[in-house]
């Protein structure tokens, strides 16, 4: 087996239940060929750096797993026949894992990427602060 992280783009209005759909027949893919889910996160909805098949936002999904070529061939496959899947990319990140290594990046990825959301949640929280605080400053010269 190999280890890949892959990233795919959703349309931003598919519903809760169709990106769920997808995710499920990705993950089924993957461990119907022998693989092995490291780690699956739901980034959401972000703003694309340019416009995709004319849509200025994307839904996020973040995927790192162990499995074998052919799984992968397969899991591109459908996203291309898939029209709810903007973009995708598959990256190996190694040639060979083992069962133990696959555990322990499971370890690993958890922490890190727990470490990873807390930052993010903490940023987007002194952002919103900052935004609050430059609305309340605005609205004093507005009075004034």
Known sequence: MRRYEQIFILRP????????????NTTSIITEEGGTIIYLDKWGMRK??????????GYYVFCDYATTPAAISETERKFRIDDTVL???????ADAI??????EAKAT???KFSRIAAADDEQTEAEGE???????????????
């Open 13 to 24: 209005n598919t519903t809760e239940d169709e990106i769920n759909q997808l995710i499920e």
């Open 130 to 144: 900052k935004q609050q605080g430059d609305e309340e400053s605005e609205q004093a010269t507005e009075t004034e």
């Open 98 to 103: 083992s069962a133990d290594e696959i555990e």
């Open 87 to 93: 973009k995708y990319l598959t990256v190996k990140i």
């Open 109 to 111: 990825a958890a922490e």
């Open 48 to 57: 694309l750096a340019y416009p995709i098949k004319k849509e200025a936002q």
